[in-house]
């Protein structure tokens, strides 16, 4: 422990350094010390302690510190209960040195009013020299005064760790300070609270932004990959106009910039070598690898994108097309592409739809198709369904008799069915080499050759192609031909998987009420769907709505009647190892008045099997 430095020696050292001379206290110390003597002209030997501000004063300040009150509490309140108990007080100022919220030991009291550290203390450099909270604010930066560090001889036993805290537009707010009222005599004791603090800041800063900009899509970024979703270093807010909206203020050393003007209001593409709309792929949803985001002014940096969680500005909304709007209920993710395909619906820009297999790719296309002015039919073709002996014929047509067991009159094709429209080609991957560069020309010269005939046919076809492979992928392997793939790829839409959106329930029961038999689910049921993973993704959702219509012939869908993959899943949580809930078998029941018979003609198992899973399930 140890007690107080001795005023005279102290007086002479901040005198001496005042002047000029060396000290092997820390470089912001000695900053802070020079400008109490120089600019604030205070006395180092002053032994009065902070002011304490009126009542009228402090609600005044809290008034106007509402903000900072409500970014900070939840945050504060997380760190106390780690510091409990240690001696510590943890202090809430404002920009202008007010202490306007505090957590500390109420078995502490006395102590803690005599060190000055309650509500409506006064903490600016100017007023009380150097102390953790003043220095950080006239800096901006984290910074530990321990005792002796301190300018006022009264605040020589304490020991303050403070850090700032920024609004999402990058101005100084307020400052954390977590004071110890008798801490060791060695500075370094109090190494980890400052790295404790600096945390706690990054928090809350990462907080305020999220709740600040739900409308836009938050970046978080990191040095490494390991922390990104749990703990990054820094975030951004990226609004729909592609410019910065709000950060936190490490996004500034992070991204080698001087200040929030450098980086609010900046475009996107102006800080990064990479293109806004692909933004949703860095999502969790779109990338299980963390991506690497390449700088403009070099370096690489990793990011993990977050889609917003309110609904964009109602133009944005209306600007989207009926048929696109309906494709979703609100996921993020689902409401991008919508945004990102209503911009070219009416464009002559090829468009590739990329996804797991079963994402409802023809869906989305058909959405497309529908949202424009075209007004030819919509032909979708898989290319991996087709034998490659027919998928020539089919798509480009041949002419009377050109080979045997032609149609006499010739068949027109599938490219030239959908002439004025759309034509949606799915799996395109899996198209033959060979067609692949008829297809080019196709597209290159708008025009089609029928097998067997000798003149071109003009088309104007709006092509979406669809794929659960990575064409890229493809191109390099030698397995798709690059000048067709650049042809196609004009727009890329990433579609998540079913289990990666937030509309799900919304999903299940439009896929349900477009069925025939229209299925409706217990909320038990739909409980095990929305914890299922669906890898089928909507296939299997499809699938499953009509094996409930047929199973339940008009009445409630039960977690009975789902299948085992489905209800194994939630075993081991509320159903039995025979797949049957109770509660399930009891509904059975009441629906039917007791009636067992009844309820296990339900329940598609006998009387007998009934009588003893409820036995078992007891």
């Given amino acids: 422990m140890g007690g107080r430095p001795n005023a005279g020696a102290h007086v002479l050292e901040v005198i001496g350094v005042a002047e000029g001379q060396n000290s092997r206290r820390d470089a912001d110390v000695l900053a802070s010390w020079r400008r109490c003597v120089i600019e604030h002209q205070l006395d180092p030997g002053r032994h009065t302690g902070p002011r304490i501000v009126t009542a009228q004063e402090l609600n005044n300040h809290r008034q106007d510190s509402e903000e900072l009150l409500g970014m900070a509490r939840h945050g504060m309140e997380d760190l106390y209960r780690r510091v409990n108990a240690m001696g510590y007080v943890l202090l809430l100022a404002n920009a ?29 450099e100017s007023n009380v020299g150097t102390n953790g909270v003043g220095a950080c604010l006239a800096t901006g930066r984290p910074i530990t005064v321990h005792r002796g560090d301190h300018f006022d001889m009264a605040l020589t036993s304490l020991s303050c760790t403070a850090v700032p805290i920024h609004s999402a537009q990058g101005k100084l707010v307020g400052a954390l300070d977590l004071s110890h009222l008798e801490p060791p005599q060695d500075k370094m004791s109090q190494a980890l609270t400052l790295e404790v603090m600096k945390s706690c800041a990054r928090r809350i800063e990462m907080a305020n932004l999220v709740r600040c900009h739900r409308a836009d899509w938050i970046l978080r970024l990191n040095l490494s990959s390991e922390f990104l979703d749990v703990d990054p270093m820094a975030a951004l807010a990226i609004g729909a106009d592609g410019c910065i909206a709000g950060m936190t203020n490490n996004a500034l050393a992070l991204l080698g910039q001087k200040s929030s003007k450098a980086l609010i209001g900046q475009r996107f593409d102006e800080i990064f070598s990479y293109d806004l709309d692909d933004l949703p792929k860095l999502s969790r949803a779109m990338a299980p690898v963390d991506g690497a985001l390449e700088m403009q002014s070099g370096g690489f940096i990793f990011a993990r994108s977050v889609p917003p969680t309110a609904p964009p500005r109602r133009a944005v909304e209306h600007a989207v097309p009926k048929p696109l709007r309906a494709i979703h209920d609100g996921d993020p993710a689902m409401r991008h592409l919508a945004e990102r395909a209503a911009r070219v ?54 002419a009377p008799n050109a080979f045997t067991g032609a149609h006499a009159r010739g068949k027109k094709g599938l490219i030239r069915e959908a002439n004025g429209g759309t034509l949606f080609l799915d799996e395109i991957g899996d198209m033959p080499m060979g067609l692949q560069a008829r297809l080019l020309r196709v597209l290159s010269e708008r025009e089609v050759l029928p097998v067997g005939a000798t003149k071109a046919e003009p088309v104007n076809v709006r092509v979406i192609s669809a794929s659960h492979r990575d064409l890229a992928e493809l191109v390099a392997q030698g397995q798709f031909r690059q000048d067709l793939y650049y042809r196609l790829n004009g727009l890329v839409l990433d579609i998540p998987p079913v289990r990666a959106r937030t509309d799900l329930e919304w999903l299940i029961q439009n896929i349900s009420a477009a069925t025939e038999g229209k299925p409706c689910f217990s909320p038990q049921a739909m409980d095990l769907l929305l914890s299922y993973a669906w890898p089928g993704n909507v296939r299997e ?69 009934f009588y003893r899973r409820l036995r078992k399930s007891k």
Avoid at 103 to 124: C, F, K, P, Q, Y
Wanted: glycine content about 8%; overall charge negative; some cysteine.
């Fill in 345 to 398: 619906v009416d464009r002559q820009i090829s468009v590739i739809l990329r996804g797991e297999t079963g994402t409802g790719k023809e869906f989305i296309a058909r959405a497309m198709h529908d949202s424009s002015r075209r007004r030819g039919p919509f032909v979708a073709i898989n290319c991996a369904a087709l034998p490659e002996a027919l998928i020539e014929s089919e798509l480009f047509g041949y």
């Fill in 541 to 609: 959702i499809i699938n499953l709505c009509e094996l409930a219509a047929a199973m339940c012939d008009g009445a409630s869908v039960l977690p009975i009647h789902l299948p085992a993959v489905i209800t194994d899943r939630a075993s081991s949580a509320s159903l039995p190892t025979n797949g049957t809930s109770e509660d399930a078998l009891l509904q059975f029941l009441n629906e039917y008045g007791g009636n067992v018979t009844a309820a296990a003609r339900a329940a598609k198992i006998d009387r007998s099997t």
């Fill in 96 to 124: 202008h040195g007010i202490t306007v919220d505090t957590i500390g030991d109420t078995e502490l009291d006395r102590e803690v009013r005599h060190a000055g550290l309650i509500a409506g203390s006064e903490w600016h």
